[in-house]
C-alpha cells in the first residue's frame, strides 16, 4: 500500500504566502507611521521573529500532517522555502512602494543610512552625495541580494526548528 505524504513545497507555498502577506501588512503599517525608511535594530528584529514563527509553524504542521516524522531536511526544505515565497513578495511591495506609492523612499533609506557617517566626519558631503546617488541608481541590484538572504536565513531557522522538531520514521 502506498502513503501519502504530504509535500513540503505545499507547506512552503501556503506559509510562505502568510508569511509574505504579513510582511506587506507589516510594511504598510510601517508606512502609515512614516518608519518604512527608518533604520532601527528593533523593527529587524520584529521582522526576523515574524519569520521564525512562520516558519516553525510551517515546520510544526508538516510534522502533523506526516504522522509526527520530520527529516531535518524536510525541515530545511521548507524553511528556505517559506522565506523564498516570502521574499519574492516582499520584493514586488517593495517594488510598488518605490515606484508608485513613495518614490523618495529610496533617498530617504540612504539618507538614514549615510546620514551618521556624515554627520561623525566619516565621508565628506561629496562622497555622501555619489555614495547615495550611486545606491539609488542601482537600487534594483539589491534584490536579488534580499532573496539570497532570506533563502539563508529559512535555512538557519529549518536547521533550527529541524533539530528540535526532528523525528525519523522507524526504519522496521
Not at 49 to 55: D, E, Q
Not at 143 to 152: A, E, G, M, Q, S
Amino acid at each position: 500500500m502506498e502513503e501519502n505524504q504530504p509535500k513540503t513545497g505545499k507547506f512552503s507555498l501556503n506559509y510562505g504566502l502568510i508569511l509574505g502577506a504579513l510582511s506587506v501588512v507589516f510594511g504598510v503599517m510601517l508606512y502609515l507611521q512614516d518608519l518604512h525608511t527608518s533604520q532601527s535594530t528593533g523593527l529587524m528584529i520584529v521582522s526576523i521573529a515574524l519569520a521564525a514563527l512562520v516558519t516553525f509553524l510551517g515546520i510544526q504542521n508538516f510534522k502533523k500532517a506526516n504522522e509526527g516524522y520530520l527529516k531535518l531536511g524536510q525541515a530545511l526544505k521548507i524553511g528556505a522555502g517559506i522565506l523564498l515565497i516570502a521574499g519574492i513578495i516582499g520584493i514586488l511591495y517593495n517594488i510598488i512602494l518605490v515606484n508608485y506609492i513613495d518614490p523618495d523612499a529610496p533617498s530617504k533609506i540612504m539618507d538614514a543610512r549615510l546620514g551618521p557617517s556624515l554627520e561623525e566626519g566619516k565621508i565628506t558631503q561629496e562622497q555622501f552625495d555619489q555614495q547615495k546617488a550611486q545606491s539609488i541608481q542601482y537600487w534594483w541590484m539589491g534584490y536579488p541580494f534580499i532573496l539570497i538572504f532570506n533563502v539563508l536565513i529559512g535555512l538557519v531557522l529549518g536547521l533550527v526548528f529541524g533539530l528540535i522538531l526532528k523525528k525519523e520514521k522507524p526504519s522496521y
